[in-house]
Nanobody, 127 residues
């Protein structure tokens, strides 16, 4: 059974940093396309960062240059380092996995067809 558990959310002042973690069980990151999504209540879910099996990364324009997606295969953990946070980054953040390469996926991460999802962790940025 695949299980994804996010952690690391919290409240920080604008300009600050947070690092989200996603611990996985039931599969290995090396064989999965991974991604981070976020959602504000009442709005559509947004894909913000993706990590392919070969290490290729993809970012939405809204976070490019500020967020970094990475993984620790030894701990089977996915990370999202978020710097220079803005109030508009406030959302519930989810990690997701797909047991295929995301090589052929669209440039818009929001359209990636992920099979497995965590329950999310809340990030609140105050000005």
């Amino acid at each position: 059974q695949v299980l994804l558990v996010e952690s690391g959310g919290g409240s920080v002042q604008a300009g600050g940093s947070l690092r989200l973690s996603c611990a996985a069980s039931g599969f290995v990151y090396e064989k999965n396309c991974m991604a981070w999504f976020r959602q504000v209540h009442g709005k559509q879910r947004e894909g913000v960062a993706g990590l392919d099996i070969d290490g290729t990364t993809t970012y939405s324009n809204s976070v490019k240059g500020r967020f970094t997606i990475s993984k620790d295969g030894g701990n089977n953990t996915l990370y999202l380092q978020m710097n220079n946070l803005k109030p508009e980054d406030t959302a519930v953040y989810y990690c997701a996995a797909e047991p295929l390469s995301c090589f052929r996926y669209p440039a818009d991460i929001s359209r990636w067809p992920m099979d497995y999802w965590g329950k999310g962790t809340l990030v609140t940025i105050f000005s």
